[in-house]
């Protein structure tokens, strides 16, 4: 690659990755209709809290596998 200098950094088959550009009809997504979701989150938040221990300010820790 040749730099504003006049550098020569590294040849561009040397490069240590090589770039691929996708045809502009990969970046575009395509959906159909919306769909509804519905998310309980106070029942969300009951289950993973199920095995924690709240330590206070936000903070957590897993209980104990009994084994």
Do not use: C
């Not at 996708?22 to 970046?27: D, Q, R, Y």
């Not at 509804?36 to 029942?43: A, L, P, Q």
């Amino acid at each position: 690659m040749k730099l504003r200098s006049g550098k020569i950094t590294f040849k561009t088959q040397d490069q240590p990755f090589r770039l691929i550009l996708a045809p502009e009809k990969f970046h575009k997504k395509t959906y159909s209709q919306p769909q509804d979701v519905s998310i309980d989150f106070d029942e969300a938040s009951k289950q993973w809290r199920k095995n924690k221990i709240s330590l206070g300010e936000g903070m957590f820790k897993y209980k104990r596998n009994k084994r």
